[in-house]
């Protein structure tokens, strides 16, 4: 099993443009989360799934954010526009079952300047 | 490659008793900092503790603290006097220099009234 995948590693874009982060989750597994790591902020929650319906998105912070999983094995994450301010280390995680075990993806390192 | 491990992937603990979880990682940094992460049914992630690879005392917050074995690349985490607000995941975290971030599968901790 290839793990998690995230794609790309490394964004560096510029202010006001649309940035899309992709996850690939373990095949099987029926929860997908989305996580940001700053170090001002720690790692955020911003949004999980259920079966590929999204179950609280209140960590989203705002309504430039938005996430899609369209099947059981894609997930987007898609910030428009970016600012700065969003500059991050994004983490996917998946896990099979509500509460259990949650494998991490390698994340994306973003860079908006 | 950096590595993660959390054996415990549930444990339960009476209120008010101690309960230990462990963590190990592998690396071949020397400078490096790791993390304990607090996930309750809310999904939101809390920084426990945090602990840099370069001190050798071992960190303290309240009643959490953790046992640094650097040689032994083992982390574990100790809670005292649990209370039922400590039923989570946690999640073991390492983090080099170059501010990436590598998460175990995480523990589930159930504190039992």
Known sequence: DAGVIQSPRHEV???????????????????????????MRGLELLIYFNNNVPIDDSGMPEDRFSAKMPNASFSTLKIQPSEPRDSAVYFCASSAGQYNEQFFGPGTRLTVL | AQTVTQ??????????????????????ESN???????????????????????KQQNATEN??????????????????????GDTAMYFCAFMKLEYQFYFGTGTSLTVIP
Not at chain 2, 7 to 28: G, R
Not at chain 2, 32 to 54: C, D, G, H, N, T
Not at chain 2, 69 to 84: E, G, V, Y
Request: with cysteine.
């Open chain 1, 13 to 39: 874009t510029e202010m006001g443009q649309e940035v899309t982060l992709r996850c690939k989750p373990i095949s099987g597994h029926d929860y997908l989360f989305w996580y940001r790591q700053t170090m």
């Open chain 2, 7 to 28: 054996s415990q992937p549930e444990m339960s603990v009476q209120e008010a008793e101690t309960v230990t979880l462990s963590c190990t990682y592998d690396t071949s």
């Open chain 2, 32 to 54: 490096y900092y790791l993390f304990w992460y607090k996930q309750p049914p809310s999904r939101q992630m809390i920084l426990v503790i945090r602990q840099e690879a370069y």
């Open chain 2, 63 to 84: 009643r959490f603290s953790v046992n640094f074995q650097k040689a032994a690349k083992s982390f574990s985490l100790k809670i005292s006097d649990s209370q039922l």
